[in-house]
Every structure is written in structure tokens, then in C-alpha cells.
Antibody, heavy 119, light 110 residues
Framework: EVQLVQSGAEVKKPGESLKISCKGSGYSFSIYWIAWVRQMPGKGLEWMGIIYPGDSDTRYNPSFQGQVTISADKFISTAYLQWSSLKASDTAMYFC????????????WGQGTLVTVSS | QSVLTQPPSVSAAPGQKVTISCSGSDSNIGKNHVSWYQQLPGTAPKLLIYENDKRPSGIPDRFSGSKSGTSATLGITGLQTGDEADYYCGTWDSSLTAVLFGGGTKLTVL
């Protein structure tokens, strides 16, 4: 069974750093893209970027370029999303999702990680 | 404001049919496949339709998708109370080089 299991909820202060994770199982992790999607409270879905764990080829939504870093470790089947300096506006639910391409089609999703940034 | 435009809400009675539109442009829907997602409250999105009109296994044929030009449509027949959710269209935008999602449509089954 294909599963994407994300790390738990985080509460952080502005200016702190954070790295959240998404562990895949039940399939060959290296050969499927992993996308990250943001959902701010009460708002819609925003595609942040995507990584191919096999060679770490990474593409960012220009709106998120420079704001976050997407990485992956194929040896432990885990993708990451990290911030070096969080802002209150980073408060959101973050989902990872498995994709076969850049079409926006993702049929497996993680359960989501809630990130709360508050002083 | 999303580049892909969806109505904020739609409603219909149980057993009826509803359609949700998604309007884009030449650089996104006009050139690329459209996917549709259902998001129940407090859960991750679920893929309903991919490549404009294909259903993943396990998705009932009450759900259908179509695309014409720069617009796409999700249809749901035989509405059930369990269909109450937010629905999102999504596609690649060749100019922005990013996946775009519509703003979402809240379906109410009266």
C-alpha cells in the first residue's frame, strides 16, 4: 500500500528555522516526484514546488522560490520542506503529494503537517 | 485571486446533478491536462479526475470531467450528503512554470 506519512504539527516563533518531512512507503520512492502544497487557514491549495528523489531535480513555483527549500533523501525515502526564518504568514497546513509528472495529478497525499508561527 | 477561476459555491438537492466550472487561459488549461480534487473538511485532497476526464480506480462514475478550450468542468450526478466538500481544479501553467489550483468551490447538498 502506497503511503506518505508526514511529520507532526509544529509551533514555532517568527525567525526560527524548521524542516518538516514526508516519508514514502509501499512504492519505489526514487522514481516518483514529490510535490509540496500549502493551504493557509480557510484558503485554497497552492503548489510550492516538486522534487524528483532519484536525482534531487527540484522545481519551485516562482512565488515560493527563495522562501523555502525542498530536498529529499532517497536512501530513507523521505522528502523535506524547510524554512530558514519563519514568518507569521507561513502559518498553514502543508501537504506532500506523489506525482508522476508536472500536470498537477497527484493520487497519493500525506496527511498534512500544521505549522503555526506565532510570537 | 487565482488564475484559475471557480465559482465560490454551488448547491443542489440530494439526487440531483451539479457542475463546477474552472476557467483558465491558453497557457494553462488551453495547453495542459486538468485534474480535479475533492477535499473533505480536515482531510487531504483526493484525486477525482485526471487528464481532463479520467477517473482513478475507486472513483464512482457519478464524477465526470470535461475540457473545452480554456475551460474545464466537473460534473457530479446523484448527489449525496457525503459529497459536501471543497472541490479544486488544477493544471500546469506553461508560462508561470508552476501547477495552479483554482480557488476552490464549496459544494452544499441541501
Amino acid at each position: 500500500e502506497v503511503q506518505l506519512v508526514q511529520s507532526g504539527a509544529e509551533v514555532k516563533k517568527p525567525g526560527e528555522s524548521l524542516k518538516i518531512s514526508c516519508k514514502g512507503s509501499g512504492y519505489s520512492f526514487s522514481i516518483y516526484w514529490i510535490a509540496w502544497v500549502r493551504q493557509m487557514p480557510g484558503k485554497g491549495l497552492e503548489w510550492m514546488g516538486i522534487i524528483y528523489p532519484g536525482d534531487s531535480d527540484t522545481r519551485y513555483n516562482p512565488s515560493f522560490q527563495g522562501q523555502v527549500t525542498i530536498s529529499a533523501d532517497k536512501f530513507i525515502s523521505t522528502a523535506y520542506l524547510q524554512w530558514s526564518s519563519l514568518k507569521a504568514s507561513d502559518t498553514a497546513m502543508y501537504f506532500c503529494a506523489r506525482s508522476t509528472d508536472f500536470s498537477g495529478k497527484s493520487n497519493y497525499w500525506g496527511q498534512g503537517t500544521l505549522v503555526t508561527v506565532s510570537s | 485571486q487565482s488564475v484559475l477561476t471557480q465559482p465560490p459555491s454551488v448547491s443542489a438537492a440530494p439526487g440531483q446533478k451539479v457542475t463546477i466550472s474552472c476557467s483558465g487561459s491558453d497557457s494553462n488549461i488551453g495547453k495542459n491536462h486538468v485534474s480535479w480534487y475533492q477535499q473533505l473538511p480536515g482531510t487531504a485532497p483526493k484525486l477525482l479526475i485526471y487528464e481532463n476526464d479520467k477517473r482513478p480506480s475507486g472513483i464512482p462514475d457519478r464524477f465526470s470531467g470535461s475540457k473545452s478550450g480554456t475551460s474545464a468542468t466537473l460534473g457530479i450526478t446523484g448527489l449525496q450528503t457525503g459529497d459536501e466538500a471543497d472541490y479544486y481544479c488544477g493544471t500546469w501553467d506553461s508560462s508561470l512554470t508552476a501547477v495552479l489550483f483554482g480557488g476552490g468551490t464549496k459544494l452544499t447538498v441541501l
